[in-house]
């Protein structure tokens, strides 16, 4: 009997030893869950990913799409690589027989970022009887498949347990139009403890994992990954989530802060990317600004409030530098490192100095901030901070990013946890990956005058303890509860509005 199968059984009669148990930060825990969360793994040391996946008929239309380009099918059968591949079987490819028309002339579009659709439209090749449309079409999808199939790759091998150990990853697609500023887009890693669970990109599901290969490793997903659109877009999928900022942005014009869109050229000649390559926007909710004052709300969105609204916008919007809980690139100083939040003990200071699509099939509700009961943390086991200017002039805001031992007593579980937190306010849910950077949800609105973080400094003379207190007090609002920090706002926000 293989070893794996022992440890099944080691944590199987655990299970029903012991249903439930009680731990710090998370609860009364089923034991029973873990059966769900047990490790799949198979090896096929002799094979490449390509030929693995070219036996498995469940994997059929994948492969459909990847023989239409040569590059592709020589990467993933080159058995000198060790990459990681998520791929999507048939059952997360539905469609199959249907006519797609949600590209009339494929060479014509942009792009087409659903692997769904760009595999339909793979399938139709077969039906067109113009032999010379059928190979102008077949070299445009083989483009897209490229693109697309490279957003599933991750350079380097990750087994499960190694994906669950940092938030993001690199992936081998990088867009030619400067989007990232020339960094390969990177792609969210969402662990569960327990059951131990991965999702990648919030929406995508990790069901078979650790599958070996000659040149990698294959990990199953439910639902194909789609590289992301900017940040602007990506917010605007999420109407319930963020549909006062987006009109917000629209309406002080920022939307080029933080939007990257393409504009064609004429008569359908190649055309253009325009607006933000690299941009981390700290994003708040439509909660964040039901919680203001009543009166604040009509202020900031009449045309009195019109300058005050654009600068607290700015005041969110960190330009030129992308931000990760585990990666920061600086696109002013071609600066970029991956922070790793498993091996190094330090607690690093990095104080940045910088010169002044297709619908995600995501929840809303994965966007909406649950609160806790407040628990004091441990220690943390890692820890830094940076301090980064806004596209607000002469205004900097201060992140934490700190690493939490949760001491689990169970083999194969995730260890772990990271809380971030902007100006001291929880941010949640972290890291969602966009074409042009991050965005970073956060429920409650930074306030400009003063920074609530216990490494920071303020801009006007604050006492610091009293702020670090203060905003404690208040991190924990429910959804109904107005923010109390604003209560003055009449006394300082007009006059503030008006200063250059």
Known sequence: M???????????????????????????I?????LNGLSYSRFDGEKTIYQILKEDENFSRLVKAIDLNERVVEFLDDPAQSVTFFAVPNSGLPGHGRHDEKVDNVCHAKAINDLEHLILQVEQL???????????????????????????TLPEKYTSARLH?????????????????????RISVQSKILPPKLKINFYAGVTKHDIEASNGIIHHITKPLLPPPSIFQEAFLFPRAFSFVTSAIQRVHLTGAIDRWYVPGEDHTHGSFHGATSTTFFAPTSAAFHRLPKKLQLFLFSPFGERALKKLLEFHII??????????????????????LRSD????????????????SL??????????????LPKPTYEYNVTLPTLLANHSVHVNVARYESKLPLPGCLRSFTRFKVNGIDVVPFDVPARNGALQVIHRLLDP????????????????????????????????????????????????????
């Not at 655990?14 to 148990?21: C, D, E, G, S």
């Not at 929840?363 to 004091?376: A, G, I, Q, R």
């Not at 006007?460 to 208040?474: C, K, L, P």
């Open 30 to 34: 089923q034991l029973d869950n873990l």
């Open 363 to 376: 929840d809303d509700s994965m966007l909406e901030h649950h609160h806790k009961k407040h628990t004091p």
């Open 449 to 500: 005058r003063k920074h609530h973080c216990r490494h920071g400094h303020g801009h006007h003379d604050h006492d610091h303890d009293h702020d670090h207190d203060h905003d404690r007090e208040h991190e924990h609002l429910m959804e109904d509860e107005v923010d109390a920090s604003w209560d003055d706002w009449e006394e300082w926000l007009p006059q503030w509005a008006l200063e250059n």
């Open 2 to 28: 293989r070893i794996a199968s022992l440890t099944s059984l080691a944590l199987l009669g655990t299970v029903y030893a012991l249903p439930t148990l009680i731990l710090p930060w998370f609860g009364h």
């Open 126 to 152: 077969d039906h067109l009887s113009d032999d010379e449309d059928r190979e102008r079409r077949k070299e445009c999808l083989a483009r897209f498949v490229h693109g697309v199939l490279s957003y599933h």
């Open 319 to 340: 330009p030129n530098f992308v931000l990760f809980s585990d990666y920061v690139h600086n696109a002013t100083s071609e600066e970029s490192t991956m922070i790793d």
């Open 345 to 360: 003990p330090r607690a690093p200071q990095y104080h940045a100095n910088l010169p002044e699509l297709p619908v995600v």
């Open 165 to 185: 150990e940092n938030s993001t990853y690199a992936t081998k697609l990088t867009l030619k139009d400067g989007s990232f500023d020339h960094q390969p887009l």
